[in-house]
Each structure stands twice: as structure tokens, then as C-alpha cells.
């Protein structure tokens, strides 16, 4: 049986708090303590209740696994691999289809991020009313993200699955451009271009035509039978 480490405990509690950047008051006001309190966890003095350890990982982007594995010699801030946008809030439009009123137009919605200890939830939710449609995870790495969302109720009428693949690499941008694949009221898939932003933008018809499948994805379309569509951005690669 490995022993329990106190002092190697609280260093790794140090060492995840400043890969965090954030100061002992700061991660105190946090767990409503003072931060003597912090200083002696860090020393290994005293051991956080489990409540307090739960809080400290969800805000410091750990595992619990990473404050007592002692061969775990660096704390991996998985903050980084969860969510590569580093904003909670994103902005999609794309050409949406209305079956209320019969007719395709702008559609605007909002993915919020929630960052847990070893994975990211997003939520696609109406711009206007933040009611949730559909929820799921991200995956991603330094080229692509990609959304896998499905029904947040699980007694919806029908199964609805969207997936999401943007392009992302250059991460700084403030907009992406890909793909959105779903299916409608009698299960019949489609896939369209769309674009997701870190900002707030006005739905333009400029935008709109950015949407249109262009007539070199027709052709290809055409002659392959494969639907290609670039989701790349050209400033990503002369850069």
C-alpha cells in the first residue's frame, strides 16, 4: 500500500495553484477560509475536507488524481486540452431551417462551455431566451474541435444528434469556420457550413454568403459524390 503524503499533497496544491495563477488569497476568498488556512494545506499541515478538494480541482483545472498520485511529478493544468477557445461563451450561425414558418434564414445560437475536471460540457442554447436544446462534449486538439451534442432531455419526442467540426488553428482568432451536421423533424441528415465566434456579431447577409456552398464543392460533389467543404481559412497557412 502506498503512503499517503501530506507534504507532497500540498505542494502539488501549490504547484497547480501557480501553473493557475492565482495567488493563496485569491484560491482562500474561493474556499471561503483565510489564507493561513491555504499556507497550511500547501505545508501540509492540515488536509483539506473532501468539499474543499472538490472546489480547489474544479478551479484549478486538476484531477483529483493529480493532487495524490505521487509519481505525478507535474501538474498538467487540463484546462488547456478541455477548451480551446478560453471563453465560456461562443456565438454559431449558420442557414437554419424554420418549421413553423416553412423557410430557411439566419440561425444564431449560443454554445456555453462548462469546464469540469477531465472534460468540457457544451450546451447549444437559444440567443434570446438561453433555453438548452441540446447538450454534449468537445473534443479537440491544435487543429480541430469538434462538438458532439444530443437531445438535454432524454424524453424529447424524437432523437436529435448535431455535430460540430470547426476548424481552429490559429485559436487566437475570433472566428471559426466548419461544418454543422444534424437532421430535422423526419430524420433527414444535411450538413452546412457555419461560423462560431468568440464575439457577439451582427447576423449580416455578408455572413450569410460565406454560408453558400461554393460552386467548386458543387463540383466536387458532382463528380466524386463526396461533399468536400473547405472550412479552412487561408490566413491560418500564409501566416
Known amino acids: 500500500m502506498t503512503k499517503f503524503d501530506k507534504k507532497e499533497f500540498g ?7 501557480k501553473d493557475k495563477g492565482l495567488s493563496q488569497e485569491n484560491l482562500a476568498d474561493i474556499l471561503c477560509v483565510t489564507r493561513s488556512a491555504i499556507t497550511r494545506y500547501e505545508n501540509g499541515e492540515v488536509f483539506p475536507n473532501p468539499e474543499q478538494i472538490s472546489i480547489i480541482c474544479e478551479v484549478l483545472g486538476i484531477c483529483p488524481n493529480d493532487l495524490f498520485d505521487s509519481s505525478n511529478n507535474k501538474i498538467i493544468n487540463k484546462e488547456r486540452s478541455k477548451n480551446p477557445f478560453k471563453t465560456n461563451t461562443l456565438y454559431i450561425y449558420y442557414n437554419a431551417y424554420f418549421p413553423s414558418q416553412k423557410r430557411y434564414g439566419k440561425g444564431k445560437f449560443k454554445l456555453i462551455l462548462h469546464e469540469k475536471y477531465d472534460t468540457c460540457i457544451a450546451d447549444l442554447v437559444d440567443y434570446k431566451t438561453n433555453k438548452i436544446y441540446l447538450s454534449g462534449h468537445i473534443y479537440s486538439d491544435e487543429t480541430i474541435a469538434v462538438f458532439i451534442l444530443e437531445n438535454y432531455k432524454p424524453n424529447n419526442p424524437r432523437l436529435e444528434v448535431t455535430q460540430i467540426i470547426l476548424n481552429i488553428f490559429d485559436s ?51 463528380e466524386n459524390n463526396i461533399l468536400y467543404i473547405d472550412s479552412t481559412v487561408k490566413d491560418d497557412f500564409e501566416n
Do not use: Q, W
Not at 505542494?11 to 495553484?17: F, M, P, S, T, Y
Open 11 to 17: 505542494n502539488n496544491i501549490k504547484k497547480a495553484r
Open 172 to 222: 487566437s482568432r475570433d472566428k471559426f469556420f466548419g461544418t454543422l451536421s444534424c437532421t430535422n423533424g423526419n430524420y433527414t441528415p444535411s450538413i452546412r457550413k457555419c461560423i462560431v465566434s468568440k464575439i457577439d456579431l451582427d447576423f449580416h447577409d455578408e455572413m450569410l454568403k460565406e454560408l453558400k456552398i461554393t460552386d467548386l464543392e458543387k463540383n466536387t460533389l458532382n
